[in-house]
């Protein structure tokens, strides 16, 4: 009775945080529900899990067969993103120009379903994959981006961060689960495994953060109650994450979300605030001198030492090299999602080895072969250039592409998170566009807030041109 009471009272105040945060956030477009319906779907469970029927299981047959109700929610939010966007006059010439690195890249993942080994099955993986970018958009034209990209990871977080803790202590069946291989208990709250716990929580917390850090700069403009309130619940919620992530103890969320955080932080300190350009060059030469120190002193092994781990990054190691060698096409791979559903090559993996490379660039090679890994290094390159120039232009949105960037480098050295459906994949995909709205001035605070008094301010890339005219509302 009382984890019921205590379940209901988590959705109550979800109810009562998401009603907060429409009367503040004005000036977006119901529209936002549709991505905001996605990454949650993303962060958590499937549709079907959730509903209690036409679920999956984690086996060769479902992983093929899929689930009707998971197909349907999935098309029915890509229709919908699909609609609005045509209703929003989306120039896709325009966009596809500017964002050419992203579209070949996906355009090879799509020929790739040709030689698959189950064309069909893989050209649905493909178009629900593809659905990403179609979503994303719909945060990308609006009037306000930015806003609208810290409404729906924060509206997310209101919900999943605090139901997973509930989850875990009060639903043990729902929220906790024995590991396979190790038999040992993991929390994984609404996920069904404690790293996409972890990535949950490293998208939703690097957001909310960012949104605490908006709050705190215009809370001048806004009312001094009501904002420190707002301030307070972000604040617990980032406290709740981080408890989360000692809970579920995923090392590579915990990693990102430290740099990340670092990185959001450090941009508030004047000193760098007004050398942003200077961003990525710093960047470089810390990656460069962290492998100098690493050849001199090991010092990659003492901090994956430091953080628990051994230099096999918990048999991830061993997992690569059995990929590695188990024989597909060095050069085209084996098909879009093919590899883990081909019997031929799922025949030659020991039991320990079940449903993903824990490798983003693995995974890419293994679909895609070494075309694949280059036109991924080529959207990777052209996505860090456009990051670099909208350093040089200043503004929060730049600071935080650039943060998402990081973490998307690094989280992919150990978990897949690239055209895997996955709430970082889909959150670099919006730091990757980064603007597709209708072109805006750049405006002081003063003046979004004297045109949205309840709203906090926002501006978009004002040297880029527009893709999407006149957006619905």
């Not at 699909?82 to 992203?102: K, Y």
């Not at 619940?233 to 990102?256: F, G, M, N, P, Q």
């Not at 990054?313 to 997992?319: A, E, I, P, S, Y």
């Not at 993996?349 to 993903?356: D, I, K, R």
């Amino acid at each position: 009775m009382t984890s019921r009471l205590i379940l209901f009272a988590c959705l109550a105040m979800f109810w009562w945080l998401i009603k907060r945060d429409i009367a503040w956030r004005q000036g977006l477009s119901r529209a936002i529900w549709i991505p905001t319906l996605w990454v949650g779907i993303l962060a958590s469970r499937p549709l079907s899990t959730w509903l209690g029927f036409g679920g999956v299981r984690e086996d060769l047959e479902s992983a093929t067969a899929g689930s009707p109700i998971d197909m349907l929610g999935y098309l029915s939010l890509i229709v919908a993103a699909a609609v609005v966007l045509n209703r929003r006059r989306l120039n896709w010439g325009v966009l596809i120009n500017r964002n050419w690195p992203v579209f070949l890249f996906y355009g090879y993942l799509l020929v790739s379903v040709v030689w698959a080994n189950n064309p069909f099955v893989s050209s649905k993986r493909w178009f629900k994959e593809f659905g990403n970018i179609l979503v994303g958009l719909v945060i990308l034209t609006e009037v306000n981006p930015e806003q609208a990209l810290r409404a729906v990871f924060v509206r997310c977080g209101y919900l999943l961060i605090p139901l997973s803790l509930v989850f875990i202590r009060y639903f043990p069946d729902w929220g906790r689960r024995y590991n396979v291989h190790s038999g040992e208990l993991e929390a994984i709250g609404v996920t069904f495994q404690k790293n996409s716990l972890g990535a949950m929580v490293l998208v939703c917390s690097l957001v909310i953060l960012w949104d605490w850090f908006e709050l705190q700069r215009t809370r001048h403009q806004q009312g001094g109650k009501k904002r420190r309130l707002d301030s307070g619940v972000r604040l617990a919620l980032l406290a709740i994450a981080v408890y989360l992530l000692h809970l579920c103890d995923s090392k590579t969320s915990i990693v990102c979300l430290m740099m990340s955080a670092g990185i959001l932080t450090a941009t508030r300190l004047p000193l760098l605030r007004k050398r942003l350009a200077a961003l990525s060059g710093l960047a470089v030469a810390g990656i460069a001198g962290f492998f100098i120190l690493d050849q001199m002193f090991g010092i990659k092994e003492m901090v994956v030492q430091s953080l628990g781990r051994d230099m096999t990054f918990t048999g991830r190691t061993d997992v690569w090299q059995v990929l590695l060698k188990v024989g597909t096409d060095p050069l085209i791979g084996t098909g879009f999602c093919s590899f883990w559903d081909d019997p031929s090559f799922q025949s030659k993996l020991p039991y320990w080895v079940a449903f993903s490379a824990h490798n983003g660039y693995l995974e890419i090679y293994l679909g895609g072969g070494l075309v694949g890994l280059c036109l991924l290094a080529v959207m990777l390159g052209a996505t860090g250039v456009r990051i670099n120039r909208s350093l040089a232009r200043g503004g929060d949105f730049a600071v935080m592409r650039f943060a998402v960037f990081v973490v998307t480098l690094i989280a992919n050295i150990s978990e897949s998170n690239i055209a895997v459906m996955t709430p970082v994949g889909f959150l670099f995909l919006l730091a990757a566009i980064g603007q597709a709205g209708p072109e805006r001035a750049r405006q002081p605070a003063g003046a979004s807030a004297a045109r949205k008094p309840t709203g906090p301010s926002g501006g978009g890339e004002a040297d880029e041109p527009a893709v999407c005219s006149q957006p619905s509302r």
